[in-house]
């Protein structure tokens, strides 16, 4: 087995993502030899605990980190600012920091500032996830055969960036750099959009009238259970994402409308090329994520 590729990985934070990665390092042995987790809940650290999934769990983030050469960033989006503050000081020199936040140019913006000379900053979003959350959630095989990006700031030592690449190898990702900004732009149209969507769609069968509410959740199609499903996703950690990706999720929800009134038009005078045009594209769309193993 190879040497772990780092002697102390702390998780600031520990959902899915967080979790996964902890039972991963257990499981495997080469990603670190020691996994020490932080969380704000009392509550989730003592479940933790209980689970087995870390070597040692710290209240205080700046405990956290003392003696780490890698931080990995797992809480939501919005807290990353306030735990960058709380624990430059304490980061090791020489150290990684990481994250795997939904949101790069934040990320950059709120953590970059704060990272001490000799500290590497590097950014990084595993493209992975349920609509489950919390330590119970996660599970070894998370990362198998997904893609987890890098954004590295520019003049970011390229070892440093190889040694996370080769952290989420290990994991089971496959590996790819990517401009911040595009980043962003990219993921509001793959992610962010049809969550937003998804739980729009729940909010408008909520607000019904009782007798057709009801009448929505028991004869439910699979449409409308795929939409509950992402809609079922932690309110906290996607209020951060839609907040801190704010321009590019708001382009891609203008082209969207636009299309959807587009369709309306056509459902309303009868278009049928136009509805068929789009359902077939939907469909391409769909045989090439299968085709890419994505599906």
């Not at 960058?84 to 150290?95: D, R, S």
């Not at 704060?114 to 990084?124: C, D, Q, S």
């Not at 007798?211 to 699979?222: D, G, K, M, W, Y």
Request: charged fraction near 25%.
């Amino acid at each position: 087995m190879a040497d772990p590729l780092f002697r102390r990985l702390a998780l600031l934070g520990i959902g899915l993502i967080g979790s996964s990665v902890a039972r991963i390092a257990r499981a495997r042995g080469d990603l670190a030899a020691e996994v020490v987790v932080n969380a704000r809940s009392a509550k989730t650290l003592e479940r933790v605990r209980e689970l087995g999934i870390a070597d040692r769990i710290e209240a205080d983030p700046a405990h956290a980190v003392a003696g780490a050469d890698c931080v990995m960033l797992c809480a939501p989006v919005g807290a990353f600012a306030a735990l960058a503050e709380a624990i430059a000081p304490h980061l090791a020199p020489g150290a990684i920091l990481t994250d795997v936040g939904s949101t790069k140019q934040s990320v950059i913006r709120d953590v970059g500032p704060l990272v001490p000379a000799g500290v590497h900053f590097v950014p990084a979003h595993p493209l992975a996830g349920t609509e489950y959350s919390g330590p119970d959630a996660g599970f070894v095989t998370l990362f198998e055969n997904r893609w987890c990006l890098l954004t590295p700031p520019p003049g970011t030592d390229a070892a440093a960036v190889e040694w996370v690449a080769e952290f989420w190898r290990r994991c089971g990702a496959m590996v790819q750099t990517m401009d911040p900004a595009h980043h962003d732009r990219v993921l509001a149209i793959v992610s962010h959009l049809p969550h937003l969507i998804a739980f729009t769609i729940c909010g408008t069968a909520d607000d019904l009238e009782d007798e057709s509410r009801q009448e929505v959740l028991r004869f439910a199609a699979s449409g409308f259970r795929d939409f509950t499903r992402i809609a079922a996703s932690d309110p906290v950690m996607w209020r951060d994402v839609f907040l801190n990706n704010r321009e590019a999720l708001l382009e891609m929800l203008a082209r969207f409308m636009e299309d959807a009134q587009a369709m309306a038009r056509a459902v309303r005078w009868g278009d049928a090329g136009y509805i068929e045009d789009k359902v077939q594209r939907g469909r391409g769309i769909r045989r090439s994520l299968i085709e890419l193993k994505q599906a």
